[in-house]
Structures are given as C-alpha cells and as structure tokens.
RNA sequence: GCGAAAGUGGCGGAAUUGGUAUACGCGCUAGACUUAGGAUCUAGUCCCGAGCGAUCGGGUUGGGGGUUCGAGUCCCCCCUUUCGCACCA
C-alpha cells in the first residue's frame, strides 16, 4: 500500500479490535492494579455528532494510553435509555418508544465502533430493560422501607404542554427546560427520595474529593445550600397559638417589628378569620399559590403583601407586633415564616418602606446618628448594639449571635438551627417512558407495596399514544388493574414513573455486575472496581446526576452494600464544542436542534476517524470550550498523512549518519513531553509535540543527517505516542513495520533523562534585561564559564560601550544577564 | 449585587510556573510540480522603522501602577468577557 487509505484500514482495525474485544472480561480474578474509566451516561434519544466525539475520544485516548501502561482498566458503556426524548418521538412519528431507543443505541453503537472507540460491551448497561430497571424498584422498597422514599401532597411545577410535572431543577427561567412552555404550580401527591436526610454528609464529603474540580464544587455548596441560625418562638396571643421562625440573624431580634408568613402558610386562615376584608385576602392568596415559583423569585419580583391583623409578641421585647403575609416569603424554607427586621435587611427594609411599617436599630452606628425612618440601606455586618441593656456594645459576628441563641434557649423562646436551600428529590413523573413505582393503592389496604418476588413491575408494551391528557399507562387496563398483594382484591397500580435520574444515579455499580439477575451488583466486585477513578463529562451535570449519585451511593453505603461513599474520584469536565450557527448568527454550542451540528459520518468518509480523533483533541485545551473550525481539520489530515509518507522513506535512510544523537534526543524529549501531557489531559500540546517529532523525523530523512536504525527507532516511538489519539493508522502502520502483536499491547515508551539533555546549550545573554546575543556553552559550564562566555560576545560588549558592569547573574543552562549601572 | 475563571498575532492556541513571548496548527503570501486544482511539496508570515540584502534598531501578552537583575506569569487599581449564585430570611 502507497498511499494513506484511511477508509480501508480504519475499517480492518475497527473489526479486529471488535473481535479482540468479544471476550468477557472476569471482574473477580484481578491481580493487577484497576482502574475504572466512566463516561457521563448518554441519552440514547439524540444522535452523536462531533460535539459529542470530545467526551467519547478522549476517555478512549485515556484507555488505550493506560493499557499500554500495563494498568488494567475497565471502560464500560451504559446507555440512559428511558426519558421524554423517546415518548415525544412516539407521539410525533408513532414509533414506539421501546423501538425506537432500541434502534437508536444500535446506530449509536456503530457510530462509536467508527470512532474508534474501544467499549467493553460485555458490561453494558440498558436502562430501559426490566433486567436494569427491577433494581431501581428493588432499591425503591428498600428506601421505603427505612423512610427514605415517601408520598406527599406537594404544589409542583407544572408543565401544560407537556402534562407532567417538573422537579425545581428542571425548570429554566421559569419555563419547561425540554419544551420551553410556561410552568404553573399544581398540588399533586409525589413519591420524593429524602435526600435532604443526607444533606450535611454531601456537604461535607465534597471536602473529602480533591480529584473535582472546585467549580462543580461549589455550585453543589450552592446548590445545597447550608445555613446556620436559629429558630425564634413568638406567641400569638389572639389565637393561643405560637410561630417558630427561622433565622441567621438571631442577634437582630429587638428589631423585629412584625412577622411575615408565606400566604401557603397553615396559620394564614386563622389569622385573617376577623378582617372584613378575608375574601379579597383569600383570593390574593389564591393567586400567589397558582404563580410559578420562578416568576415569584428573583431580585427583581415585586414585594406585595396583606396585614392579617393579628399581632405576635416579640420575645426579645415584649412588644405587640404585626403579622403579615408577603410573597417574598416562601412556603418550603425555614418554617415558611420570617420575622422582618427591616433595619438589618434588604429585603425586609424594602417591604417596610413599601407598607410604612416601622423600622428599628439594633446595631447603631459607631459614628453619628441614622433616622430608621429615611433609612435606605439596611445595616447588614456593621456598627454595636445599643438600647437594649444586657446585649449592649455588642458587635456583629458568630460570637454574639451564639449570646442571643443560649438567651432564646434559656429564656425557652428558641433554638439553635441548621436550615439547607436542598429539597427532597421528586421522582414522580406522570409518563409512560421510564421505571414503573411499584406500589399497589387498595381500597382496603391502602399504600401497598409490592413484593420484591413479585418484581420487576414491567412496562407494558401496548400502550396508547395520543399525546394528549399525559400518561398513558393510567388508561392501560391491564397494567392498572390488578389484585392487591395483601388482600387479593382487586386493586389499581401506581402509573407514575420513576425521574431519569434514578437510572443514572446508580449505573457505575451495575457495570461491575452487568449480567447479573439475583441482585443488583456483586458488593466484593464493586469494591474491589469502585468508586470510579475517572469519570469524564460535561458540564452540564454539575449539580443533578452527580449529586444524586453520591446521595444513593451514600444509601447503598448505610444498606451496607457498597464500602465506600462517594462513587467518584476523579472527574473530569470537558469543555463543550461550539460552532458558528446560520440561524442565530452566532457561536453556539454544537447541537442538531441549533443547526450548527457537524455530522462524523461525512467527516469520516472523507477525512477518516483517525483525523477527527487527531483535530478534535488539538483544537484546544480539553476543559475549555472550543470552537470547531471546519477548515483547520485538513490540518490533522495532513499531519497523518505526512505520517503515512514518512513511513515508505524509512528505507531511504543512510546506514551511518553524523546526527544520530540529535533524533535520539528529540525522541526521548518527546517521550517526556506526550506522556506528561496526557496524564494531565493535555491532549492538544502532546499532539503539537507529536507533529514536532514527526517534522524533526522528516527533516532527518530528507537531509539524510541520521541512521536507519535511528529513524525507525524513532518512527516507532512516535507510532506509539501518537497510538491513544490515531489509533488506526498506527496500527496500520505498526504491522507494516513488521512488528508483532497490537500497538495497543506495546509498553508506552520510557524517557532517559540523559539523553534528554545535550552536552551543549544555548544560553541567552541579555544586557539590563534585553535579550543581545546567544552562546553556545557546554551543559555543565561553570558560572564563570558562563559569565566570561557572555561578556566574550561582541554585541554584548557592544552594548555595554563603555558602562560598568554592576554584576552578572547566571542562570544555569538558560541565561545570563549583565546588569550596567545604568 | 455576590462568587469564580479568563483576556497573548488575522484565527485556534503554546510558554518547563519568575528566565529566548508567539511552539504546533489554520489562514495568508511567494515559488515548485501540474491540462487544472479548494490536491501535494518548499520557503516566508507578531507589529513599526532602516536596508537590494543576510541583517540591524525599537515596540508588543486588555489598560495603568508596583515588586524584581528580569514579569504573559507575582501584588494593587481599572476595563471587558464567560460561567455559577441571586427575595433561601
């Protein structure tokens, strides 16, 4: 073969890798260091297009260069299979979803043999197969059995177009992150994993993860949202009723001037029952509860609120003080009441202001005087206490507010309290498409669970799509009806469905025991896999799949079936390719509904697998975004096919030649160089050091200035470098060379650090920090070997013309630097 | 508003972490081989000035200041961009 034929080889190595690759790996026997390699589950519903290829190649460049380091890893493939994609696909095109995500996996599995991938399929994972998804209904009798799953009546977002309800998470600016419509607040009964039981120990284990990134951290510190107070009493005397609230600033309490309530709160009705006025507060009401939270939040929402009419006592001052209602207060944090200490907060200034309602200092300034009533900006962390007696000359900080919390708990008007922004996880989906709960209503049992025998809970297959009125398994007879597992009579089935992220919250562990039907996974094997050391994926998944994933790794833990907490070591967020897009006129990330999606298929007919692989790993630094150039790929093109001429001219090369040593050392520099670049992920600068080596290689052959031996020598190495980003036509090339075995089962070259050095170097030589002149030195030069070599230059003397020479400072090896007083 | 990261040629980006700024690639320019080329190869390509010329001088890492023999890198102020959080009491 003469030319580089990348179609025909590409295919040749995919399908000996395939058949290499058919072979069961046995998790249990490993002798050999592990290491378990995870990409971020796929949905299976959207076709792969170079975007994508990012996160795909590089895990596969990180696998095949680990093997050749002898390490034995495990680089498995799942797909995330069950979601909306599937069921919106049904009612668009009648296609069932079963069929179609099936469909689509197939493709993709083609998709990802083209790339080049090496997946070890015996492991993999479908989440939409009863096989996967009975261990997501086990799993679900056992958190129900310890309190961890549990059904209430909660207002949820609400999709109308899509009819389905929508966790906090998944609304985007107030409307459907899937369809983009509107959402509105509905009351529906939910089944919520109690996640927030593990909240603290989330928190804290994000401490325990050097190998994350400190951004996912702290958006999953946000996201959780801890904060420290307390909890204050204040009596209602009109109703014989007390309130708890909460809040971080306990030591501001004499400056409470009124309480305000959530209108969704349970003592709203009481308290307006005597106003002539409580139809028009109870419509008000009304309306709040029905807005989307995400419009009623937000710095810029307005502050509207009604006065119940009913007073509260202030502990801190045995005042009577107003009790109202606002929106700005929220139902589900804290106790979904506030008291307002305008003085000391934004928020409750603004309301004072807009109401007229007092306003009181507690932390005066130190210098001169504030009139509470023209106050414009609250006193947030300033100023000390005055006008109250035991706490006064106090100033803001941790230690006076822990004064005010032992003064609440003696006086018995309160206590200390953590309070978090996390909310339990809603894992009700009212859809077709995903695990069906597998509980059992019965008129006269009620909530019957069903029993683990009786599992899995399958799909039916024979369901109606209309795409109207939601989920279509509520109109499955068959499915619905059925007799109770208690009494035997009959009885009617959950139809929610579980959220997609219970299928990914737990696959990692499922890889390890991926054929097996007696439990969910083997807990010696998992152990001895897991946690995962790398896992690699966007962004996007910051806070979700990866919070929820450690939330159930952490419930395996306490069931005693995994020993350890956190499932992922390492985690690795590659930035997102972005393209310019027609319709928008702007750069965008790449997707196919944006139109600016780049298809690998004619990419790879044309240029082949190996040349996107290369492109796609130079275009820039792996954690950053990047923008896909269409035209610059030609230069990975000819980058391999520059390899590929390099090649038919090893034979050319002379027997003796005088520079031999300089291609050795440009070879073991290049060791050095690509193989601290890939551990570190650097993939774009070890494929720039590659073409370096390859141009050095080119040169040598061209002039004839090194050996034979020497330029196969180096040849060689640099197949083997260049293996984990071009697979294919380094093998290719490998076998022409004549060698034995698979490139990928080659032991990745070693570095001699002495040969990595030269005997001579270049050493710069500035004046007053200009750079004048370079000369030559040996290596080992003395600094006053150095010095004299410098100041022998011409144009260094030149440029000192005559000035006194202050002193020389000598960098071995790199420079010298004549200092003049100047 | 709060927090984080970043700003380097026409473009994507390098820079051993305080020591030759602009590696590698795209694009562009000139030339070669071609019937032809959006193919391939060779040479050149940060900016300004001088010279026919190999070269020589000066400037340059968003802007300003500082530390240092020496700053893209460290410190301070400002500008811009991106991301995260944002009525969570």
């Excluded at 890798?17 to 959207?46: C, I």
């Excluded at 996974?521 to 996007?540: C, H, K, S």
């Excluded at 090339?733 to 990595?756: C, I, N, T």
Aim: with cysteine.
């Amino acid at each position: 073969m003469s030319r580089y034929e990348h179609k025909s080889i590409e295919a040749k190595w995919q399908d000996r890798w395939e058949k290499q690759h058919a072979a069961e790996v046995d998790l249990r026997d490993s002798k050999n260091k592990t290491y378990m390699l995870m990409m971020f589950p796929y949905p299976s519903g959207d076709r792969l297009h170079v975007g994508h290829g990012r996160n795909y190649i590089l895990g596969d460049a990180l696998y095949r260069f680990l093997r050749m380091h002898g390490r034995r890893a495990l680089n498995p493939m799942g797909w995330d299979a069950f979601g909306l994609p599937a069921e919106n696909a049904a009612i668009q095109r009648g296609v069932h979803p079963r069929d179609w995500t099936l469909d689509n996996i197939k493709v993709m599995k083609q998709q990802f043999k083209r790339w080049g991938i090496l997946y070890d399929w015996s492991k993999e994972v479908t989440s939409c197969l009863p096989d996967y998804y009975r261990w997501n209904q086990w799993l679900f009798l056992r958190m129900l059995e310890k309190g961890l799953a549990y059904k209430k009546k909660a207002p949820v977002n609400w999709c109308p177009s899509c009819q389905t309800v929508l966790a906090n998470e998944q609304v985007v600016d107030g409307h459907c992150e899937r369809c983009g419509t509107a959402v509105v607040q509905r009351d529906l009964e939910q089944w919520f994993y109690r996640i927030t039981e593990y909240a603290d120990r989330l928190l804290a284990g994000l401490d325990t993860l050097p190998g994350w990134s400190e951004r996912v951290k702290v958006m999953q510190r946000n996201w959780i949202g801890r904060s420290e107070g307390a909890e204050l009493v204040f009596t209602i005397p009109a109703l014989g009723e007390s309130l708890t609230v909460f809040t971080t600033r306990p030591d501001t309490v004499h400056g409470a001037t009124f309480l305000v309530l959530a209108p969704e709160h349970a003592l709203a009705a009481r308290l307006i029952a005597g106003r002539t006025d409580r139809a028009e507060i109870e419509v008000w009401i009304e309306t709040v509860r029905n807005t989307p939270r995400i419009q009623r939040e937000g710095v810029d929402a307005a502050k509207e609120g009604r006065d119940t009419g009913t007073v509260a006592i202030n502990p801190a001052t045995g005042e009577a003080i107003p009790i109202w209602l606002a929106n700005y207060v929220l139902p589900d944090y804290g106790s979904g009441a506030i008291m307002a200490v305008p003085a000391h907060d934004q928020r409750d200034l603004s309301f004072a202001r807009q109401e007229s309602l007092p306003v009181r200092l507690v932390y005066h300034p130190t210098e001169g005087e504030v009139d509470p009533a023209t106050m414009r900006e609250p006193i947030l962390h300033a100023g000390v206490i005055r006008g109250t007696g035991e706490f006064d000359g106090a100033v803001p900080g941790p230690e006076t507010i822990r004064r005010f919390i032992d003064w609440a708990e003696k006086k018995g008007c309160g206590r200390g309290k953590v309070n978090y922004r996390l909310r339990d996880w809603l894992i009700s989906r009212q859809r077709y498409w995903g695990t069906p709960i597998p509980i059992v209503y019965c008129t006269a049992c009620g909530t019957v669970p069903v029993p683990e025998k009786d599992l899995p809970v399958t799909l039916p297959y024979e369901v109606e799509f209309t795409g109207k009125q939601g989920n279509p398994l509520t109109r499955s007879e068959p499915f619905v009806n059925v007799a109770c597992p208690r009494c035997g009579k009959p009885a009617k089935r959950e139809t929610d469905t579980m959220d997609t992220f219970v299928d990914s919250s737990w696959y990692y562990l499922r890889y390890v025991s991926a054929k097996d039907d007696q439990r969910m996974f083997d807990t010696d094997t998992a152990n001895r896999w897991l946690p995962v050391d790398q896992y690699i994926g966007g962004i996007e998944h910051a806070i979700l799949h990866l919070l929820y994933a450690r939330f159930i790794c952490r419930v395996l833990h306490d069931f005693g079936m995994v020993g350890f907490e956190e499932p992922f070591s390492n985690l690795f967020n590659q930035g997102m390719i972005t393209r310019f897009s027609e319709s928008s006129g702007r750069v965008e990330k790449m997707s196919k509904s944006r139109g600016n999606a780049v298809s690998p298929d004619p990419l790879i007919e044309e240029m082949g697998a190996d040349t996107e692989r290369v492109y796609t790993l130079f275009l820039g630094p792996p954690e950053d975004e990047v923008e896909w150039n269409d035209e610059a790929v030609s230069g990975a093109y000819r980058f391999l096919s520059r390899l590929w001429r390099a090649a038919l001219r090893l034979e050319e090369a002379p027997p003796t030649a005088p520079s031999d040593e300089a291609l050795e050392r440009l070879r073991h520099s290049t060791i050095q160089r690509v193989s601290r670049d890939l551990e570190r992920f650097k993939f774009n600068t070890a494929v720039a050091a590659l073409m370096e080596l390859l141009n050095g290689l080119t040169r040598a052959l061209e002039e004839r200035t090194a050996s034979k031996i020497c330029c196969q020598q180096c040849f060689d190495t640099l197949l083997q470098l260049l293996h984990p980003i071009a697979p294919h036509i380094t093998e290719e090339l490998w076998e022409q060379r004549g060698h034995e075995g698979s490139l990928l089962d080659s032991v990745w070259p070693e570095w001699d650090p002495a040969r990595v050095k030269s005997d001579r170097v270049t050493l710069v030589v500035q004046v007053d920090g200009k750079l004048r002149d370079r000369v030559e030195v040996d290596a080992d030069a003395s600094e006053a070997e150095a010095r004299a070599a410098a100041l022998a230059s011409a144009k260094v003397q030149e440029h000192l013309a005559g000035r006194a020479i202050v002193k020389a400072i000598v960098v071995p090896g790199r420079l010298v630097n004549v200092v003049t007083g100047r």
